[in-house]
């Protein structure tokens, strides 16, 4: 009896959350063990009430919070002081003055987010969670400061925390569908906001893994309100479409609410499936939660490579046991300010290694060597040289690298070198950088370059030897 509780304890911390939040709405969507898929929460147990209202209210005459519709209506009421724009105010770290008050945004977002994440708790309670997975319209380094900073309040010692963009959330959404309805491009109209948001999902199934995209746009003439919107609409979907494969469209958002797009419907539903809701996002999200926390076949073949993610595979040229072979460093369809690695590696007599660089979105593999000089005169392998690697931003590779020696043999001068690579264009790659001497009272530099760079497919021999992987 009591092991089989056991058991039952643990699938329970293998459910996964996805939240889809932006200053306007929240939602949420859950996954538990043994679900094909996601089920969002209704505010309304017997309605499709999903959308939360993104919204705090302290009462005029107490000390008493309120969030979502409460708060909406009291506000109309003039019961209660409202707090909005809770997102975009946390990734400002403003403080907000609600009734004469003052209070840290980041704390507001948290409480919003303590209050609607209850909604869950009677299916399972969030320090059980696996994983939670925010989806927001746009990712930033503030915003994923401001999420965390907030969530962090919240206590959940057990969940893996991640934030992705609204289009990763709708590419997680569409590969965890079943393949028929995304064997060809597929299109997204939100129109949640005041005009149309259109994504367009495509893939380029040449690469392996598949590479994904998801062009985004805003069309402004297609704005709530007007008399010739369904007009407006359809020549919008006949530009979108044009002469594109498209086998599903998605509509979600508010503004979708009526009847007013019936010759439209009718023009996108010649030879397409076409879906009509509310939660993608936060479904998306949760999909994201279950694939991270356990991948399968199909999260493993497809890889996401949106406006913010690294777009190439970066291995470093090096023989491991033997056998010369490409390691991975950074992998493509990570953000890029999420990408980062270390490692250690011998270096031959010639005091160089190679970095491959392989895109996903149809360019041409290159390898890069980096030339460290300045190094003292050793027999080969006896030089080891600690590298970490990450992002200065979307298109900029940043490499630190540092002699550790050879224990007592030849001890570590601990020389530093710095270096920038451009991985979007062959020839922007940065030609030399400083490094510093880390010794005490040590004030000599040194230049790090790229010592040569050439296309992979058009090169018979590596031009020096390659470095050797240390075994840890």
Known sequence: MFLEHREKEENKRQATAGYDLTDAYAQISY??????????????????????????????????????????????????????????KAAHQEMVEVGGQNYSSIALLSLFLKRTMSLLAPIVRPERLQALVFSVPEVSVPI?????????????????????GRAESFFYYNICQPEELWKQD?????????????????????????????????????????????????????????????????????????????????????????FLGNNLYSKGACYAARQRMTPGSVSEDYVFLGKDMLKANISLYAEKRGQDSCHPLLDAGTNWYDAKAEIDFLLEEE??????????????????????????????????????IDMADLTTLRLNMEDFGFGEFFPATHQFWENTISIGQPDTAAGSSTAAQASAGADTT????????????????????PPVLAES
């Open 351 to 388: 005091n160089r290694f190679s970095l491959r660089i392989t895109p996903l979105n149809g360019g041409e593999i290159r390898d890069v060597e980096i030339a460290l000089t300045g190094l003292p005169q050793r027999p080969a392998r006896t030089t080891r040289i600690h590298l970490q």
């Open 31 to 88: 996954c538990l063990p043994g679900e094909p898929c996601p089920k969002t929460i209704s505010l309304q147990a017997d309605q499709e009430q999903y959308l939360i209202p993104a919204l705090l209210g302290r009462y005029t005459d107490q000390d008493l919070w309120v969030y979502g519709p409460k708060a909406q209506a009291a506000a109309a009421t003039g019961e209660v002081f409202l707090a909005d724009g809770l997102l975009t």
């Open 144 to 164: 994923l400061s401001a999420v965390t900073d907030a969530v962090g309040m919240l206590g959940l010692k057990n969940a893996s925390l991640f934030l992705i």
């Open 186 to 274: 597929v299109l997204l109209c939100d129109f949640s906001g005041t005009f149309l948001h259109t994504l367009l999902f495509t893939a380029n199934r040449k690469t392996s893994p598949v590479a994904c995209f998801v062009e985004e746009a805003d069309w402004k003439e297609v704005a709530a309100g007007r008399k010739d919107l369904d007009q407006r609409f359809l020549e919008t979907m006949k530009a979108v479409i044009g002469d594109r494969n498209i086998s599903c469209v998605y509509l979600i958002g508010e503004g979708f609410l009526g009847e007013w797009y019936q010759e439209s419907l009718r023009f996108l539903c010649q030879e397409r499936r076409v």
């Open 446 to 465: 040194d230049t790090a370059t790229v010592a040569s760079e050439q296309s992979a497919a058009g090169a018979d021999a590596k031009s020096a030897a």
